[in-house]
């Protein structure tokens, strides 16, 4: 069964840093794209960032220069550096892994959506 287990999460003040972590387990085939998305109380989830397997990154413009996606392959996990919080930044976030169930789904690029159980970030002013 695959899992995606995420550390890292808590309360920080403004303008300081955190550093999550998401690691898969259970899957027979390597991840293709992974990400974190991130859910404000009462808005609707949207993408911080994403990295595909060869190390491509997409990140979204409120975070952009702030925060930093990169994984370890080997170690099937994913990390986002967030500096220079800020109390918007506040939002449960979640790691996304895009991961084939079958070898017909790893040759042609297809895979599922598997989801961590997400992490709060609360930044205090």
């Known amino acids: 069964q695959v899992q995606l287990v995420e550390s890292g999460g808590g309360l920080v003040q403004a303008g300081g840093s955190l550093r999550l972590a998401c690691t898969v387990s259970?899957?027979?085939?390597?991840?293709?794209?992974m990400g974190w998305y991130r859910q404000a109380p009462g808005k609707q989830r949207e993408l911080v960032a994403t990295?595909?397997?060869?190390?491509?990154?997409d990140t979204a413009d409120s975070v952009k220069g702030r925060f930093t996606i990169s994984r370890d392959n080997a170690k099937v996990t994913v990390y986002l550096q967030m500096n220079s919080l800020k109390p918007e930044d506040t939002a449960v976030y979640y790691c996304?892994?895009?991961?084939?169930?079958?070898?017909?789904?790893?040759?042609?690029?297809?895979?599922?959506?598997?989801w961590g159980q997400g992490t709060q970030i609360t930044v205090s002013s």
């Open positions: 990295i595909t397997r060869d190390g491509s990154t």
């Open positions: 996304n892994a895009q991961i084939p169930q079958t070898r017909t789904q790893a040759l042609t690029g297809k895979a599922f959506d598997y």
């Open positions: 259970g899957s027979f085939f390597s991840p293709n794209a």
